[in-house]
């Protein structure tokens, strides 16, 4: 009788709808399979910027480590696990969803920290990863015991990226890392206005027929990523490998206002062989 009922537990788990999350779109509108149908399918960003931008920053990763691109890999099963959430809404698909995230922000952490910053007792990066490992195993395993909390402590380890880069931005007077920076958090603070917005305004946008702001959430989280991450890479380049004299550049054209940022090292690398 015990296996069964464990087994009718973990069932349980994987159910339609057994997360305590629902989100304010409409369930089952489009399709009897899919739960919140554009909230699913906006997570298709993730699959289309997170390959852009492992090509686009290859050759900044080359030369500084090729342990930077776990961060966008990971943000391709980001966008997996939180298609699946969206369209069952399920307990499992919620942890897999958050814990995720909460995976793409240790990797961040581990190869973008300022070594300047390191506690006193730690002497490298490597031991550094190893204890960004040791807590983030910790903080998935106590995640089960209050899921719905998770959000929160996701948007406060945001809050604490973006309080260290405001603070490298004081000193710096390059016009075009202060576009990026300004950009980068202009499009965080729309995306994470659209999912306050979504979670506790619903009665609001359900009154004027328009319940897809956590989708919308999706689109622009990505994409402030996407500039986050190569302004926090330029500071880090900036430190790490001053002699490959990195700068910034938009794809698919520098001149637009808007595209896809990106490292470029104007000078040869120490890794590349010359002749």
């Given amino acids: 009788m015990g296996g069964v009922y464990s087994s009718k537990r973990i069932a349980d788990f994987f159910a339609y709808e057994s997360s305590e999350l629902d989100w304010c779109e409409d369930n089952y509108k489009h399709s009897e399979h899919v739960v919140e149908y554009f909230n699913t399918i906006s997570n298709f960003f993730f699959f289309i910027i997170s390959p852009i931008m492992l090509y686009l920053m290859h050759p900044y990763a080359k030369e500084r480590s090729l342990s930077i691109h776990t961060v966008w890999i990971m943000m391709i099963f980001v966008g997996l696990f939180s298609a699946y959430f969206h369209m069952t809404l399920s307990f499992v698909g919620q942890m897999l969803d958050e814990l995720s995230i909460l995976w793409v922000l240790a990797a961040g952490y581990a190869v973008w920290f300022p070594r300047k910053l390191f506690p006193s007792f730690i002497k490298d990066r490597s ?149």
Avoid at 134 to 159: D, E, H, Q, R, W
Avoid at 195 to 210: E, H, K, P, V
Wanted: positive net charge; hydrophobic residues 50%; charged residues 15%.
């Fill in 127 to 275: 031991t550094f990863s190893k204890l960004v490992l040791l807590i983030t195993i910790v903080t998935t395993m106590l995640s089960f015991l209050k899921p719905t909390v998770n959000a929160y402590v996701l948007n406060c380890f945001g809050i604490h990226l973006f309080y260290m880069v405001a603070v490298e931005m004081r000193s710096c007077t390059d016009q075009k890392v202060l576009r990026l920076a300004k950009l980068s958090m202009s499009l965080w603070a729309l995306a994470v206005s659209c999912w306050i917005s979504d979670r506790f305004g619903c009665s609001f946008w359900q009154r004027l027929n328009f319940c897809y702001l956590h989708g919308i959430w999706h689109i622009l989280i990505v994409m402030a990523v996407a500039y986050l991450s190569t302004l926090i890479a330029y500071l880090d380049a900036s430190y790490e490998i001053p002699y490959s004299l990195p700068g910034l550049q938009y794809w698919p054209c520098d001149k637009w206002a808007v595209g896809f940022p990106h490292i470029v090292l104007k000078r040869m690398p120490k890794t590349q062989k010359r002749c």
